[in-house]
C-alpha cells in the first residue's frame, strides 16, 4: 500500500542548515511535494520534484529525490526564524490524483 | 481575500449532534478535497470531489457525509459527532494541472466534548 514516513520533530540552530527527511513505499510515484504548515494556517506548498529528477534547488530550498531507496529530503540553507513550522512530505501516483501525506515534521530554531 | 475560505473557524460541540462544516473557494478549480488532521497523524483523506457530480471516498471516510453544492462549494457533515472526531479539519483545492498542487483553507478547529 502507499505509506509515506517523516520523523516528527527536527530542532536546528539558526543559520546551521535543516534536513528534513521522509521514506514512501510505493516507487510509482509521480510527484513528490514538500508543504509547509505555519501556525494556525492550512498547507502551502514548498516545492514539489518530477519523479525523473535527482535534485530540485530554489533559492535556499534543496530537494534530493533517491528513486532506489525511496528516500526523499528537504534541505533548508541558513535556517531562520520564519522558517519555523510543521513540514509535509507528499506523494501523487500516476493511477490516481490524490495525495498522500506524511505525518509531518515539526521544525523549531534554536538561537 | 483568501482563495479557500472555512466556516466556522472553530466549533465546541456535544457527542450525538449535527455539525455542517461549510468550504467555499474562488480559485475555479474542478476538484475539492476534505482532510483530518491530527497530531502525528498528518492529514487523512475524508472525501473527495473531482466535479459537481464525482464523490469519493478517502481513506477514513465512516462517520461523515458531504454534499457538493456548485463548483465553488463543498461541505463536511458529522451526522451524529462523536469525541474521536475532534480534530483540525481542511478544505483542499485543485485544477487538472499535472503536477496536481493543492490549495488548502485556513481549517476548522472541531472539538467533540
Known amino acids: 500500500g502507499e505509506d509515506v514516513e517523516q520523523s516528527l520533530f527536527l530542532s536546528v540552530r539558526e543559520g546551521d542548515s535543516s534536513v528534513i527527511n521522509c521514506t514512501y513505499t510505493?516507487?510509482?510515484?509521480?510527484?513528490l511535494y514538500w508543504y509547509k504548515q505555519e501556525p494556525g494556517a492550512g498547507l502551502q506548498l514548498l516545492t514539489y520534484?518530477?519523479?525523473?529528477?535527482d535534485m530540485k534547488q530554489d533559492q535556499r530550498l534543496t530537494v534530493l529525490l533517491n528513486k532506489k531507496d525511496k528516500h526523499l529530503s528537504l534541505r533548508i540553507a541558513d535556517t531562520q526564524t520564519g522558517d519555523s513550522a510543521i513540514y509535509f512530505c507528499?506523494?501523487?501516483?500516476?493511477?490516481?490524483?490524490?495525495?498522500?501525506f506524511g505525518s509531518g515534521t515539526r521544525l523549531s530554531i534554536r538561537p | 481575500d483568501a482563495d479557500v475560505t472555512q466556516t466556522p473557524r472553530n466549533r465546541i460541540t456535544k457527542t450525538g449532534k449535527r455539525i455542517m462544516l461549510e468550504c467555499s473557494q474562488t480559485?475555479?478549480?474542478?476538484?475539492m478535497y476534505w482532510y483530518r488532521q491530527d497530531p502525528g497523524l498528518g492529514l487523512r483523506l475524508i472525501y473527495y470531489?473531482?466535479?459537481?457530480?464525482?464523490?469519493n471516498k478517502g481513506e477514513i471516510s465512516d462517520g461523515y457525509s458531504v454534499s457538493r453544492q456548485a463548483q465553488a462549494k463543498f461541505s463536511l457533515s458529522l451526522e451524529s459527532a462523536i469525541p474521536n472526531q475532534t480534530a483540525l479539519y481542511f478544505c483542499?483545492?485543485?485544477?487538472?494541472?499535472?503536477?496536481?498542487?493543492?490549495?488548502f483553507g485556513p481549517g476548522t478547529r472541531l472539538t467533540v466534548l
Open positions: 483542499a483545492t485543485s485544477d487538472r494541472s499535472s503536477y496536481n498542487e493543492q490549495f
Open positions: 510505493d516507487s510509482s510515484s509521480t510527484y
Open positions: 520534484i518530477f519523479s525523473n529528477m
Open positions: 507528499a506523494v501523487t501516483y500516476s493511477s490516481a490524483s490524490k495525495i498522500i
Open positions: 480559485k475555479g478549480h474542478d476538484r
Open positions: 470531489s473531482f466535479d459537481v457530480k464525482d464523490i
